[in-house]
């Protein structure tokens, strides 16, 4: 079944786990997710970012895509996977990663997530709050579950890296969630989003060991939720590289510190790069494999886009010929259907 959040986030709490969520980009990424999961009978969070629905609804470059193309990709999403999760035995959560403004939040909503998050966290303070406190008044009124975000997290967020990291401060933290009453924040203790991590990362969780006594002290629970957590697996980086990529210094976070930050109160876990990174891999040896491919009518275009974007590891880039083929009107033909089906 379909569900809130925020049932989760007291089961994560009440048993100490940290439960995962995993970005997606794809359907065929939904139901993968979706299996595991049930192959470990655990709850699955799956989750669509601002631009994941911007590129599903839309047809052209997904980075500059309109309201209009997020309302359309999180309707997408959102019947696809409250069909899956009609026919599972594990609970299903849809959750808006990133949210930018209320009209995309809306726009998920009414698509069927049943979670948003709203990231006002690169506004002044005050504007963050007052933001924030728009979304709960719309999300709550229809049982959709909210987080927010405190701290400015180093690296690649929105598109735009930075380097510079401001980690969320406890006591703004309680002050924050008080005034915004956000069922999970988004804190800022040393991940950071992408696949160049830098190297050993230690996390400050004295940070989420500091927030959560504030909290107990206070009697209100909050979720803290940890952004930027992928592990990069080297011999997924190794295995690009071998099949013609080019990814450089590519560092995560250890499971060992992942393990360290759930026992100091971590209870939701952003996972996206990981996966690009498994994607970009399986298509490249894809392409690999089948040379003939090059001249295919169809996919010709992915193949010269493998070989002109060595580093790119955000697959949406190499699926826009597929959406394009069949928006085009072409046939989905086999070479087509071979690759949706393998990646
Ligand atoms: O946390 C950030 C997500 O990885 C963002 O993904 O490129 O779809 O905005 P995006
Ligand atoms: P990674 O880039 O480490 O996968 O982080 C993903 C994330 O925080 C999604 O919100
Ligand atoms: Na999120
Ligand atoms: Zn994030």
Redesign the pocket.
Known sequence: PLIPLMPLLHATERYRFGQP?F?VNTIAQVKAIIEVHEMFRSPALI?G?DLANGFMGGRTDFISSTIEDKRKGAKLLGDAVKKYAENSPIPIVLHL??GKDLESVKAAIDGGYTSVMIDGSSLPYEENIELTQEVVKYAHARGVTVEGELGVLAG?EDHVFSNQSTYTNPLQALDFIKRTEVDSLAISYG?????N?GKDVKLRREIVVAIKEILRHEGIFCAIVS????TIPGHIVDEINGYGGIVEGAQ??SIGELKKAISAGINKI?????IRLATTRNLRELFMKSPAMKNSDSVGAIYQLLEENRKQVDPRVFFQPIMDTVTSGKILDDDVAAIINSV
């Open positions: 969520a970005n989750q970012a990663d990133h690649v991940t950071m989003h992408g696949p991590k952004h930027g957590s992928s995560g976070i952003n996972v996206d790069t990981d």
